[in-house]
């Protein structure tokens, strides 16, 4: 008896419904339709209206979501048209060698790492707030111009090989104990020299002079 050879697979796909072969029809003709409408083309900022808007060859199109640079007049710019409106997705070109400046009105970047480098770098705001939870600060010569600066610490520790400070008034004030060591001390006052305290001490280990054209005690 001659056993029966097994039946070979089938090869044909297997058949979707048919709610889902329409579905996929209208998917793609709906995909298909979008492309047509849509349009990208180069275009030249002619000017920026006070709306928001700006004007490129008849066309007045507003600005992406996706682009980040503030168009001007002149710059050219990449314009997407879609349903009879037109909107500037990117900037490609500046005109001359002006800025670029942010679009949203907030720009924030997250990264676990970001380096910014800079031959000249210059920041400017009427509020700048910066949080953090370790600083290293490294420069060959810093140089600060301060109107007023207000600082709390829980602790300060500054190591410097020379300190130079030019003040013309500078106040002090400690709640607490205000404590120093130096190897040599020298206070000078052009006009008056006041030491005052509930207790006052003078200690020295070898010779303490006192040298005045008057000397008061009492």
């Given amino acids: 008896m001659i056993p029966s050879s097994p039946s070979a697979p089938s090869t044909s796909a297997p058949a979707f419904p048919a709610s889902r072969r329409r579905h996929r029809r209208a998917a793609a003709h709906a995909g298909a339709r979008v492309r047509a409408a849509t349009r990208v083309v180069p275009a030249v900022v002619l000017a920026a209206l006070p709306d928001g808007r700006f004007l490129t060859a008849g066309r007045t199109c507003r600005l992406a979501a996706s682009c980040l640079a503030l168009p001007a007049a002149g710059d050219t710019v990449l314009v997407a048209r879609l349903d009879g409106a037109s909107w500037i997705v990117a900037v490609l070109a500046a005109s001359g060698t002006r800025p670029i400046h942010a679009a949203g009105p907030t ?42 600066a207000e600082g709390l610490f829980g602790t300060l520790t500054s190591w410097a090989r020379d300190c130079f400070a030019w003040r013309e008034r500078s106040l002090r004030q400690v709640s607490g104990v205000d404590s120093m060591r130096c190897g040599t001390l020298d206070v000078q006052a052009s006009e008056l020299l006041a030491l005052g305290g509930g207790t006052g001490v003078l200690q020295a280990r070898g010779l303490l002079k006192i040298d005045a054209a008057q000397v008061h005690v009492g």
């Fill in 107 to 148: 720009i924030r970047l997250e990264a676990d790492r970001c380096e910014l480098r800079s031959a000249r770098l210059r920041t400017e705001s009427a509020h700048w707030e910066a949080v953090h939870a370790d600083v290293d600060l490294s420069a060959g010569r810093l140089r600060a111009v301060v109107a007023a």
